[in-house]
């Protein structure tokens, strides 16, 4: 016995969607990213979809919710977060279509299979293992810093997952731009859609979407900016369509 306590959980609901997520009171939990990294992947049809890194599993949720015919799988490094993440698939009744599985993205393609998928997304550690406390490596040391797994880490795996045209998606602190167009050139994901996040209108983007095709053809569009909130703190119209709320 080490007298340690056990993890508390709790159970969040993701509203107005009406999803259940388990999460760590005292470890990593979700955020703004996962929800419009989701969106902004746009899940579809009878796809086969990949989160790495899936953490709590709320991409992999949302991804379901959004295309009710497709496959989504999630891979969490972290045994303990894969299991929270299994479980929150199964207290939503999606264990049919949502599978997860405790590894390393990349050990995927070896373990899972090469183009498997039609579309992998990833919410990566934003922070460079130079950077901060960044040894020990705790729930959010891993979420947050590059100890497990780097951009090109990232990169290399989504491509041997990818079929022909498949679609990665990524979201990214906007200062790092370079670094993810050179790791998306370096293996083989044309650059395609570009989106920044910005927190108001008048404040610098803090956020970057971006989405590569594996062999994909030259030609970058990039969209509108996304403005998170208003002068008064409100969300904004474009927020609220990311976030599936309703007009006030």
Known sequence: MTGQNPPRERVDELTPRGLKILQREDG?????????LAHFAGAKGRETL?????????????????????????LEIQPDMAD??????AMNGL??????????????PRRLGHHIADRVVCNPPYIPVTQGPQSVPNQLNLARHEIA???????????????NGGRLCVIYPAARTAEILVSMERHRLAPKRLQLIQPTYDAPPGLILAEGIRNGNPGVMWLPPLI????????????????HLEEE
Do not use: N, W
């Open 50 to 74: 990949v989160d790495m890194g899936t953490g709590t599993g709320i991409m992999a949720l949302i991804m379901a919710l959004d295309a009710p015919s497709a496959r989504v799988i999630g």
């Open 149 to 163: 797994c780097t951009m090109d880490d990232v990169m290399e795996a989504g491509y041997r997952l990818l079929r």
């Open 95 to 108: 264990q049919d279509r949502v599978t997860i599985h405790a590894m390393d993205l990349k050990e995927a």
């Open 84 to 89: 929270m993440a299994a479980r929150s698939v």
């Open 28 to 36: 990593f939990r979700y955020g703004t990213d996962a929800i419009l």
């Open 228 to 243: 998170m909130r208003t002068a008064d703190g409100a969300y904004t119209a474009q927020a609220k369509r990311y976030y």
